[in-house]
């Protein structure tokens, strides 16, 4: 029960939890899918949470940019259905960046459940 209410309580306030993990998540699905546009991004996050993250355009896009103009991203165009589409793709920094991202979370989510006294879940 305790935990059911800590969850509801994190979903309530997942806009400013997801802010800080949102360059995380892009560059942890980009390393998994080699290239993704946009949207395409949205719709996987939302797959992957069954709805409870919806990541809008406002936060993407910004993210995107950033970790281009910071050398994380290459971007390359496809046409694809007469429209154009803009594909986003690790470079070799974002590559060494997912890793460390990652290594951050997996260390910050162990000392949040210490913290909390939440027990891992098994899977």
Known sequence: ???????ICIMSTT?????????????????????????????????????DIKLTEGAM??????????????????????????YYALTKEGQKEVENKLQEAQSFIGNLQLLLNIKPKLS
Request: aromatic share 8%.
């Open 1 to 7: 029960m305790y935990i059911r209410k800590l969850y």
């Open 15 to 51: 806009n400013g939890m997801l802010k800080g993990s949102l360059q995380t998540i892009i560059l942890k699905l980009l390393q998994e899918n080699e290239k993704m546009y946009g949207y395409e991004i949205t719709q996987k996050v939302k797959e992957i949470t069954n709805g």
């Open 61 to 86: 896009y910004p993210s995107l940019h950033k970790m281009e103009a910071d050398g994380m991203l290459s971007t390359s165009t496809e046409l694809v259905d007469n429209r154009v589409r803009k």
